[in-house]
Protein backbone atom coordinates (compact mmCIF):
# COMPACT_ATOMS: atom_id res chain seq x y z
CA UNK A 1 0.00 0.00 0.00
CA UNK A 2 2.94 2.16 0.62
CA UNK A 3 3.86 1.90 -2.95
CA UNK A 4 0.22 2.84 -4.06
CA UNK A 5 0.73 6.23 -2.24
CA UNK A 6 3.93 6.80 -3.43
CA UNK A 7 2.63 6.69 -6.75
CA UNK A 8 -0.59 9.19 -5.36
CA UNK A 9 2.67 11.28 -4.23
CA UNK A 10 4.22 11.04 -7.70
CA UNK A 11 0.90 12.23 -9.66
CA UNK A 12 0.55 15.27 -7.22
CA UNK A 13 3.83 15.94 -7.99
CA UNK A 14 3.15 15.91 -11.93
CA UNK A 15 5.88 13.38 -12.18
CA UNK A 16 3.17 10.28 -13.02
CA UNK A 17 0.28 9.58 -14.20
CA UNK A 18 -2.72 7.45 -14.39
CA UNK A 19 -0.99 5.18 -16.35
CA UNK A 20 1.12 4.00 -14.07
CA UNK A 21 -1.04 2.75 -11.29
CA UNK A 22 -2.17 -0.97 -11.92
CA UNK A 23 -5.47 -1.26 -13.21
CA UNK A 24 -7.64 -2.78 -10.30
CA UNK A 25 -11.29 -2.68 -9.37
CA UNK A 26 -10.26 -3.68 -5.86
CA UNK A 27 -7.75 -1.21 -5.84
CA UNK A 28 -10.11 1.55 -6.77
CA UNK A 29 -12.86 0.32 -4.24
CA UNK A 30 -10.32 0.67 -1.86
CA UNK A 31 -9.09 3.67 -2.44
CA UNK A 32 -12.96 5.06 -2.83
CA UNK A 33 -13.90 3.81 0.44
CA UNK A 34 -10.63 5.39 1.95
CA UNK A 35 -11.55 8.59 0.51
CA UNK A 36 -14.93 8.37 1.55
CA UNK A 37 -14.16 7.98 5.03
CA UNK A 38 -11.17 10.44 5.58
CA UNK A 39 -13.59 13.01 3.38
CA UNK A 40 -16.35 12.18 6.32
CA UNK A 41 -14.25 12.64 9.32
CA UNK A 42 -12.50 15.51 8.29
CA UNK A 43 -15.54 17.32 6.86
CA UNK A 44 -17.05 17.02 10.08
CA UNK A 45 -14.05 17.86 12.32
CA UNK A 46 -14.53 21.22 10.22
CA UNK A 47 -18.02 21.93 10.19
CA UNK A 48 -21.39 21.71 11.93
CA UNK A 49 -23.35 19.50 8.74
CA UNK A 50 -25.46 16.71 10.24
CA UNK A 51 -23.61 13.67 9.03
CA UNK A 52 -26.08 12.33 6.19
CA UNK A 53 -25.23 15.87 4.93
CA UNK A 54 -21.57 15.60 4.55
CA UNK A 55 -22.04 11.78 3.33
CA UNK A 56 -24.57 12.71 0.59
CA UNK A 57 -22.65 15.17 -0.68
CA UNK A 58 -19.55 13.31 -0.64
CA UNK A 59 -21.08 10.73 -2.21
CA UNK A 60 -23.12 12.84 -4.83
CA UNK A 61 -19.52 14.89 -5.49
CA UNK A 62 -17.19 11.18 -6.50
CA UNK A 63 -20.66 9.34 -8.32
CA UNK A 64 -20.72 12.69 -10.61
CA UNK A 65 -16.81 12.99 -11.11
CA UNK A 66 -16.95 8.88 -12.03
CA UNK A 67 -19.63 9.84 -14.40
CA UNK A 68 -18.11 12.69 -15.81
CA UNK A 69 -14.82 11.63 -16.34
CA UNK A 70 -16.25 8.04 -18.14
CA UNK A 71 -17.96 10.51 -20.18
CA UNK A 72 -15.16 12.68 -21.11
CA UNK A 73 -13.16 9.20 -21.52
CA UNK A 74 -15.79 8.21 -23.81
CA UNK A 75 -15.44 11.22 -25.59
CA UNK A 76 -11.99 10.88 -26.66
CA UNK A 77 -12.65 6.81 -27.25
CA UNK A 78 -10.59 6.03 -24.40
CA UNK A 79 -12.93 4.16 -22.01
CA UNK A 80 -10.81 1.79 -21.11
CA UNK A 81 -8.56 3.96 -18.81
CA UNK A 82 -11.30 4.95 -16.49
CA UNK A 83 -10.12 2.33 -13.86
CA UNK A 84 -6.84 3.97 -13.54
CA UNK A 85 -8.14 7.72 -13.81
CA UNK A 86 -10.55 7.24 -11.60
CA UNK A 87 -7.54 5.62 -9.31
CA UNK A 88 -5.61 7.85 -9.56
CA UNK A 89 -8.60 10.62 -8.87
CA UNK A 90 -9.71 9.18 -6.29
CA UNK A 91 -6.45 8.24 -4.83
CA UNK A 92 -5.07 11.98 -5.06
CA UNK A 93 -8.22 13.50 -3.50
CA UNK A 94 -7.78 11.40 -0.38
CA UNK A 95 -3.63 12.26 -0.40
CA UNK A 96 -5.12 15.86 -0.38
CA UNK A 97 -7.88 15.33 2.66
CA UNK A 98 -4.56 13.96 4.40
CA UNK A 99 -3.00 17.28 3.71
CA UNK A 100 -6.10 18.81 4.70
CA UNK A 101 -6.38 16.44 8.06
CA UNK A 102 -2.71 16.92 9.56
CA UNK A 103 -3.26 20.86 8.90
CA UNK A 104 -6.14 21.35 10.59
CA UNK A 105 -4.69 19.24 13.69
CA UNK A 106 -1.35 21.19 13.10
CA UNK A 107 -3.46 24.23 13.26
CA UNK A 108 -5.87 23.28 16.28
CA UNK A 109 -2.64 22.06 17.82
CA UNK A 110 -0.77 25.53 17.57
CA UNK A 111 -3.90 27.31 18.19
CA UNK A 112 -3.37 29.37 14.93
CA UNK A 113 -5.70 29.75 11.94
CA UNK A 114 -4.92 29.83 7.85
CA UNK A 115 -7.61 27.83 6.68
CA UNK A 116 -8.88 30.41 3.88
CA UNK A 117 -5.07 30.12 2.91
CA UNK A 118 -4.62 26.48 3.10
CA UNK A 119 -8.48 26.07 1.53
CA UNK A 120 -7.06 27.99 -1.64
CA UNK A 121 -3.70 26.32 -1.85
CA UNK A 122 -5.24 22.87 -1.68
CA UNK A 123 -7.98 23.87 -4.76
CA UNK A 124 -5.35 25.49 -6.89
CA UNK A 125 -3.22 22.25 -6.12
CA UNK A 126 -6.24 20.17 -6.53
CA UNK A 127 -6.91 21.48 -10.18
CA UNK A 128 -3.47 21.20 -11.07
CA UNK A 129 -2.94 17.98 -10.32
CA UNK A 130 -6.62 16.85 -11.37
CA UNK A 131 -5.93 18.12 -14.72
CA UNK A 132 -2.64 16.81 -14.83
CA UNK A 133 -4.07 13.33 -14.12
CA UNK A 134 -7.02 14.43 -17.20
CA UNK A 135 -4.18 15.26 -19.78
CA UNK A 136 -2.83 11.91 -19.59
CA UNK A 137 -5.81 10.06 -19.64
CA UNK A 138 -7.52 11.67 -22.39
CA UNK A 139 -4.20 12.98 -23.82
CA UNK A 140 -5.43 16.35 -24.36
CA UNK A 141 -3.63 19.82 -23.73
CA UNK A 142 -2.58 20.88 -20.54
CA UNK A 143 -4.84 24.33 -20.75
CA UNK A 144 -7.45 22.02 -21.83
CA UNK A 145 -7.15 19.32 -19.13
CA UNK A 146 -7.25 21.76 -16.54
CA UNK A 147 -10.17 23.75 -17.72
CA UNK A 148 -12.26 20.81 -18.04
CA UNK A 149 -10.71 19.88 -14.00
CA UNK A 150 -11.68 23.17 -12.94
CA UNK A 151 -15.50 22.86 -14.76
CA UNK A 152 -15.43 19.17 -13.06
CA UNK A 153 -14.39 20.67 -9.79
CA UNK A 154 -17.47 23.31 -10.01
CA UNK A 155 -20.10 20.92 -11.53
CA UNK A 156 -19.37 18.24 -8.94
CA UNK A 157 -19.52 20.75 -6.07
CA UNK A 158 -22.60 21.99 -7.07
CA UNK A 159 -24.41 18.32 -7.59
CA UNK A 160 -23.30 17.90 -4.03
CA UNK A 161 -25.27 20.88 -2.62
CA UNK A 162 -28.36 20.17 -5.07
CA UNK A 163 -28.06 16.88 -3.52
CA UNK A 164 -28.77 17.70 0.02
CA UNK A 165 -30.94 20.63 -0.70
CA UNK A 166 -28.62 23.65 -0.45
CA UNK A 167 -28.07 26.57 -2.85
Same mark, same amino acid.
Given at each position: ????????????????GPEDL?????? #? *?? =?????? /??? +????? @? !??????????TTILT???????????????????????????????????????????????? #? *?? =?????? /??? +????? @? !?????????????????????????????????????????
Open positions: MLYIFSMFWRIAQLKSPSSSFL #L *LV =VTVANI /LLS +LAVSM @S !IGTQPVGIVANLAAQALIIYGLLALVAKPARLTQTLTAYFGCDLLLNLVIGMSIALMR #L *LS =VDFMTT /LAL +LIFFW @S !ILIFGHILRKAMEVHLIMAITLAFLLTLVTVALGQLAVGQT
